[in-house]
Structures are given as structure tokens and as C-alpha cells.
């Protein structure tokens, strides 16, 4: 079985588009590591800690979706892509549509679970 073949739920990008989401994840984590970095150095309030949610759902969604080699806005738009970068393709048939959009609204619950509970962790530390 080839690494770039489209499975409607399962696997919906190529190895290009997957490095792509390898980098959101790591962009993602270094803004989360620098927001975490201010915060603590500014010796803000402990609310403000909160802030490292949003880079650590980007890295998240990107390291889940590198995983998974599925896009999750893909699998909303009901298209896929192992060509070269943007070069999408529609998925015509309603199953594999609905099957995609449920697999992405699952990368985005678990995207959303993980970031929250790293984030509270972070707000947890004792520092």
C-alpha cells in the first residue's frame, strides 16, 4: 500500500503536506515555549498563564494531524492532496465526505483536549 493514497477517514494528505503540519507543530510549540518564557519572566498574574493555550493548540493540531496524516480543514472542505502543495482534489463521494469530516472534528476535540490539559499543567506549576 502506497504512503500517498487517499482512505477516506483515515488518510487524506502526502508526505509534502505532512511535513507541512510537522512544522506548524513545531512553530507552534516554540511560540508556546516563548509565550510561557514572558509570562513567567514578567511575573505576570497567574491567570495570564493561560496564554500558552493558543500556540499549544496550533502545535497540537499540527503534530495530531502529522500523526494521523490527515488534514483536518481538508476533511471539512471534503477535498485531499498528495500532489504537490495546492494541488487539491475533491472527494465526490458523500460517505467518504462524512467519513472525513467526523475523523477531522475528532483531530480538533483531541487537539483541543491536549493544548487544555498541557496548559493546565503550566498553570498548575508551582513557579
Known amino acids: 500500500?502506497?504512503?500517498?493514497?487517499?482512505?477516506?477517514?483515515?488518510?487524506?494528505?502526502?508526505?509534502?503536506?505532512?511535513?507541512?503540519?510537522?512544522?506548524?507543530?513545531?512553530?507552534?510549540?516554540?511560540?508556546?515555549?516563548?509565550?510561557?518564557?514572558?509570562?513567567?519572566?514578567?511575573?505576570?498574574?497567574?491567570?495570564?498563564?493561560?496564554?500558552?493555550?493558543?500556540?499549544?493548540?496550533?502545535?497540537?493540531?499540527?503534530?495530531?494531524?502529522?500523526?494521523r496524516k490527515f488534514c483536518l480543514?481538508?476533511?471539512?472542505?471534503g477535498t485531499f492532496n498528495f500532489g504537490r502543495m495546492g494541488d487539491i482534489k475533491r472527494v465526490n463521494d458523500p460517505i467518504s465526505r462524512n467519513a472525513d469530516r467526523k475523523t477531522a472534528l475528532t483531530i480538533l476535540l483531541q487537539s483541543i483536549a491536549l493544548a487544555f490539559v498541557v496548559t493546565l499543567v503550566f498553570y498548575f506549576l508551582p513557579l
Open 73 to 77: 480543514a481538508y476533511g471539512l472542505a
Open 1 to 67: 500500500m502506497s504512503e500517498d493514497l487517499y482512505i477516506a477517514g483515515s488518510c487524506n494528505i502526502g508526505t509534502r503536506e505532512i511535513m507541512r503540519r510537522r512544522i506548524v507543530a513545531l512553530s507552534g510549540l516554540l511560540f508556546a515555549v516563548i509565550t510561557a518564557s514572558i509570562v513567567l519572566a514578567q511575573d505576570s498574574t497567574k491567570s495570564t498563564r493561560w496564554a500558552v493555550f493558543l500556540p499549544l493548540l496550533v502545535a497540537s493540531i499540527g503534530w495530531i494531524q502529522s500523526r
